[in-house]
Nanobody, 115 residues
Framework: VQLVESGGGLVQPGGSLRLSCVASGFTFSRYDLSWFRQAPGKERDLVAVISTTGHPTYYADSVKDRFIISRDNAKNTVYLQMNSLKPEDTAVYYC?????????WGQGTQVTVSS
């Protein structure tokens, strides 16, 4: 089982990034998917969630109207489109797959928002 995130990097405030998380080793389409983030010295926080069918979705207040979560079950991939990025969005971003009592995590990708 693997979840591999990519797409992180350094971006200026106001910029955009799209994160991807590719899954393997389990039936991706049966899992709810989410993105979390963890800034230095802080707890890991929920950013967004998407259900197995793509709807409904949930967003933390801090990213609502700026981030969009989506999934492509044919590609075993979940995405996080991040727009209007702010310095406070700087963190390691993790994807997570959940079904009943089974949970898988990726290793994370660093996002740094700085001028």
């Amino acid at each position: 089982v693997q979840l591999v995130e990519s797409g992180g990097g350094l971006v200026q405030p106001g910029g955009s990034l799209r994160l991807s998380c590719v899954a393997s080793g389990f039936t991706f389409s049966r899992y709810d998917l989410s993105w979390f983030r963890q800034a230095p010295g802080k707890e890991r926080d929920l950013v967004a969630v998407i259900s197995t069918t793509g709807h409904p979705t949930y967003y933390a207040d801090s990213v609502k109207d700026r981030f969009i979560i989506s999934r492509d079950n044919a590609k075993n991939t979940v995405y996080l489109q991040m727009n209007s990025l702010k310095p406070e969005d700087t963190a390691v971003y993790y994807c997570k797959a959940v079904r009943v009592r089974t949970t898988y995590w990726g290793q994370g990708t660093q996002v740094t928002v700085s001028s």
